[in-house]
């Protein structure tokens, strides 16, 4: 288990409680003992917003519940939960060092609306900063056979950016990328909370992740018709705005830094919208000006040369951009307001941080090593140009110096300015394809025995960065 310190410079790096970036350490050992165990690893798909948060997107929303779609109806019983549950705590307690008593191992079986027998279950811990004495933090599980799977899952790497990742990392069965998207969009359409909103308008601005109008659509209607409820429109959610507004800090507040407002979140559905229904062309953004010898920053984790006092600061930035923000940033001692667009790395290995003031709306760059420090304001701004902070997964927190073989000492992942690679599997003959856009789509193609696939619809597996 890591230690006090760590979880702590991670809360004030990510301005958060400490208390949920600890709950986000052992969400990651958890889903890994799901994804270790033979009955769960291939039976239990994850999805949700956590999902998204630890398997897609890191600088996104922290999330809390572990939510889960169960291949075997047989499952959703007691007398096999709780020892397939006990088995998994006992693993995740001996890879991990975390207390996790059995005897508060809970579980409450359910008929959902649908009168399908559904569960909650919960499990209590103990982490590095959780109290000794009093209550005892929980983790609380969603467990359904009640849902249509419309593709395959895929077994993705779960973002752990703590010193205690294995070598080989973490791994769980999760919702493959598209069907995650139309999920969320089907549960804007069925509850229409402020989760379901924020999630929905944060994939569509992944522009290197998002997948066809046509697959996403024909995802949504499949889920929709499952759960025997129209497809969301516009108009249909424009009734629920004032109930949106009313919930939106207390449903998001705690799981953000700073929470932005609900405007530029509810204003983004007539676009979204009409993209899904009518294919309509994405408004196309420019990237940022390249200085000479520049090349885009897009990694998992910083590179080694960016001076550490700065990375708290790249951090809270990169929030910003992703949530449409503007920045207060201490530069020379002086604050300027900005939007910030694109982290770069010069010939000479420098660092330099592209953005425009929005007073002016000129392009200035910033060197990394000048910035004082960054605060999120309130203030929403609408991108000028492409927003390259959030393409391609987190920036790591910088790890404590009692962290040896932590994060800092692995590559670092500096894109070269070549195209990116999109990879789809056939969700028929399970052949993956080679693409230059995000398009799932299937020509007409040739089962790997040499026959020709029906397949027509390709699920998203990676995307493939050169150099």
């Not at 996790?100 to 579980?107: L, N, Y």
């Not at 923000?325 to 300027?336: M, S």
């Not at 667009?341 to 000479?348: K, V």
């Not at 203030?379 to 040896?404: D, H």
Request: aromatic share 10%.
């Amino acid at each position: 288990m890591i230690d006090k310190r760590e979880i702590l410079e991670a809360a004030s790096v990510l301005q958060l409680l400490p208390s949920v970036v600890e709950k986000d350490y052992v969400l990651g050992w958890v889903l890994a003992g799901i994804n270790a165990h033979e009955a769960t690893s291939e039976s239990w798909v994850f999805k949700g917003g956590t999902c998204l948060k630890k398997c897609y997107f890191e600088t996104y929303r922290f999330s809390e519940d572990l939510d889960f779609t169960l291949r075997d109806d047989s499952q959703v019983d007691e007398e096999f939960l709780r020892p397939v549950l006990v088995d998994i705590v006992a693993w995740v307690i001996e890879e991990s060092g975390l207390t996790i008593p059995v005897d508060q191992i809970a579980f409450d079986i359910y008929k959902n609306p649908r009168g399908q027998v559904s569960c909650q279950a919960m499990i209590a811990y103990r982490g590095p900063v959780s109290p000794t004495s009093g209550g005892w933090p929980k983790i609380k599980f969603d467990l359904t056979a009640d849902e249509r799977l419309v593709l395959p899952a895929v077994r993705r790497e779960i973002f752990h950016p703590y010193t205690d990742r294995p070598e080989q990392g973490l791994w769980v069965n999760c919702y493959a990328y598209e069907e995650a998207f139309g999920e969320k969009l089907r549960a804007l359409g069925e509850r229409t909370r402020p989760r379901d909103l924020y999630d929905v308008v944060n994939l569509y601005r992944h522009t290197d992740s998002r997948p066809s109008a046509s697959v996403l659509r024909g995802v949504l209607e499949q889920k929709c018709a499952y759960k025997a409820i129209p497809v969301p429109t516009v108009a249909a959610l424009a009734p629920h705005h004032d109930a949106l507004a009313g919930m939106w800090k207390d449903m998001l507040g705690h799981q953000l830094p700073v929470l932005p407002p609900l405007d530029g979140f509810w204003d983004m559905l007539p676009e979204i919208f009409n993209w899904i229904e009518h294919g309509t062309e994405i408004p196309e953004r420019t990237q940022i000006q390249l200085g000479v010898g520049e090349a885009t920053v897009r990694a998992r984790v910083l590179p080694m040369g960016v001076p550490v006092r700065a990375r708290s600061t790249l951090e809270t930035i990169r929030f910003a951009a992703a949530n449409h923000l503007c920045v207060d940033l201490t530069y020379d001692r002086k604050v300027r307001r900005i939007e910030a667009y694109s982290l770069r790395e010069t010939a000479e290995g420098n660092f330099v941080l592209h953005a425009v003031r929005s007073d002016s709306g000129e392009h200035r760059s910033y060197s990394v090593d000048r910035m004082q420090g960054a605060a999120v304001t309130s203030q929403a701004f609408a991108p000028r140009y492409l927003v390259e902070l959030t393409s391609t997964g987190p920036l790591t927190v910088a790890p404590s110096a009692a962290g040896s073989g932590s994060a800092s000492t692995r590559r670092s992942g500096i894109t070269k300015r070549q195209e990116p690679t999109y990879v789809y599997r056939c969700t028929s003959c399970q052949r993956t394809f080679d693409r230059t856009t995000m398009d799932g789509s299937m020509n007409p193609h040739k089962h790997h025995r040499g026959y020709p696939c029906p397949g027509r619809i390709g699920v998203y597996v990676r995307t493939r960065y050169p150099g």
